[in-house]
């Protein structure tokens, strides 16, 4: 939250944010819808929610920032009921996977009536603080000619209450064979969700409320109930297409590898690396390093028959037609037994035109030739 209000302040307007929001919204929604996990459900859409704001901060009109920082505030209000909700599921159960659960709403009917309105208001249903939100950003994008961006709006919107819809079905419709006694939780957590509850209610029918937090004057009508009207046909298409399909819904026998599964190869691989490969490079270098310092020790104890045998050698095995002498494998075999020889040190200009020309060589060969 801190992260958009930073980008409220500092980059409104900026065409980059619209694209990387809507890539947050598809992002979240797609892995929300495929999860399992109750947990990972939510925090997939942390991420849709989040997307609303950054796309809403990249169109940059007073409107659409209105409609970006109040989306800021409700996400707080609705995604705090809605981990109230699987938290109060997860202590009474014992289960956070939604294969695991069912049959719920009648032993835990107030935990069933809070996740319908957190749902609901995260979906942007009207009458409820989500739907105020969502419409200023959408409202933000129209005036600015942005329609591509109102369409991904929309996808992102179907797919939020598809997700919810998942989470309730399975969580609190869906019949189970299972024995399971569980109740609604202490009166503490339930007064806690139903005030949470009550300010989604409370600033979905009376948004002047929620308008007097924002950094604009909003001057648009945000309960329109052609636009609300508009919103209950979208889901009531939605629900029309799934009880038509209801036949297709069956067990969720999967558990979808989300992007912590691939930081976890990841990191096993690191581990391996570290282990494993890492050590057996490091040995190699030290032994590279130890015979390299080994072949310097042997070239310094005589420089100049050291260079003899090396170029002897090199000559004999790339081009040994070039050899005067028949015996040359004789003498070569010589200059290597009594290697070094009397040891001379590197003294002298000879030595140092030796090198030289070595030297030169070297790069003669590496640059012309290799």
């Not at 989306?71 to 909700?85: A, T």
């Not at 648009?220 to 297709?248: N, P, Q």
């Not at 026998?253 to 691989?269: E, Q, T, V």
Request: charged content about 15%.
């Amino acid at each position: 939250k801190a992260a958009v209000y930073l980008l409220a302040r500092t980059l409104p307007g900026t065409e980059a944010l619209m694209a990387l929001g809507a890539f947050m919204i598809f992002y979240g929604i797609t892995f929300a819808l495929l999860q399992d996990d109750m947990r990972a459900l939510l925090s997939y859409h942390i991420v849709s929610q989040v997307g609303y704001m950054v796309a809403a901060i990249g169109i940059g009109t007073t409107l659409a920032i209105n409609g970006g920082i109040a989306h800021l505030f409700n996400n707080i209000l609705y995604k705090g009921l809605l981990f109230m909700v699987v938290g109060a599921i997860i202590y009474q159960t014992g289960q956070n996977r939604l294969s695991e659960l069912g049959g719920l709403r009648r032993q835990m009917p107030v935990t069933f009536a809070a996740c319908v309105i957190a749902s609901l208001a995260i979906a942007g249903v009207p009458g409820l603080n989500g739907f105020i939100s969502k419409e200023l950003i959408v409202g933000g994008a129209a005036e600015s000619g942005f329609h591509i961006l109102e369409i991904l709006f929309l996808i992102g919107s179907i797919g939020t209450f598809l997700s919810f819809l998942k989470l309730n079905y399975y969580a609190f419709i869906k019949e189970t064979k299972s024995d399971r006694i569980a109740r609604d939780p202490s009166f503490s957590m339930i007064i806690a969700m139903a005030i949470t509850a009550l300010l989604c209610i409370i600033f979905g029918i009376y948004p002047q409320a929620l308008f007097v937090l924002l950094p604009y004057p909003v001057g648009m009508d945000a309960l329109s109930l052609g636009h609300a009207f508009e919103v209950v046909l979208k889901f009531t298409v939605v629900l029309l297409l799934i009880y038509l399909a209801r036949s297709r819904i069956g067990e969720i026998k999967y558990s979808l590898p989300d992007a912590m599964d691939l930081y976890s190869a990841f990191g096993r691989g690191v581990v391996y690396f570290s282990a494993v490969s890492l050590p057996a490079i490091a040995t190699h270098i030290n032994d590279r390093i130890s015979w390299l310092a080994q072949e310097m020790f042997w070239f310094s104890r005589n420089p100049i028959m050291a260079g003899e045998i090396m170029m002897r050698s090199f000559v004999q095995k790339n081009a040994p037609e070039t050899l005067k002498t028949k015996d040359a494998e004789v003498v070569l075999l010589d200059l290597k037994n009594r290697y070094p020889g009397e040891e001379v040190g590197i003294r002298g200009p000879g030595n140092g035109i030796f090198f030289i020309a070595l030297l030169l060589f070297a790069y003669f060969l590496i640059v012309f030739i290799l």
